[in-house]
């Protein structure tokens, strides 16, 4: 089974989990400012998946591919709207790849695409600009490998 979405949107990745202390008591949280990207991404998924028994994949090995797509900056524009010539493909600024994989699977699993994250095993990841005229998101694409 294959199940390929794109999700509109800045990518955003998993934040770390803040300490706090409050009197004797210590304490974490998550500061959620992920949490838009990771609903469109519920959203996205939800619409190609309506009417499945959950979880869509119960069991078993899984690929994940995603392709986050970022805005560019104004720099990267000429004054008649083209990307210059020497404007970056990739984007090698934060957030880092692996908050964002984290970020993605950890909204997969809320919606029950699979039993748990942990049967993830391969994945694929890219991170660039967008190109022009395309909108920013993801791209995710999971696939079952055989056993």
Not at 45 to 73: K, N, Q, Y
Not at 91 to 96: E, M
Request: charged share 20%; proline share 10%.
């Amino acid at each position: 089974m294959r199940i390929s979405f794109f999700a509109p949107g800045i990518p955003k990745g998993q934040p770390r989990v803040r300490a706090f202390v409050r009197g004797r008591h210590a304490g974490v949280y998550d500061p959620g400012t992920a949490d838009d990207f990771k609903g469109a991404i519920m959203v996205a998924a939800l619409a190609v998946i309506p009417g499945l028994p959950r979880p869509i994949f119960a069991d078993g090995p899984l690929r994940v591919e995603c392709e986050f797509v970022f805005p560019r900056p104004k720099s990267h524009f000429t004054s008649k709207g083209q990307i210059k010539p020497t404007a970056p493909v990739w984007h090698t600024q934060k957030p880092d790849i692996d908050n964002l994989l984290k970020g993605a699977l950890d909204a997969l699993t809320k919606i029950q695409m699979w039993q748990d994250d942990c049967q993830v095993c391969s994945s694929a990841l890219l991170k660039r600009f967008t190109a022009l005229g395309e909108p920013s998101g993801v791209q995710i694409t999971i696939t079952a490998i055989a056993s």
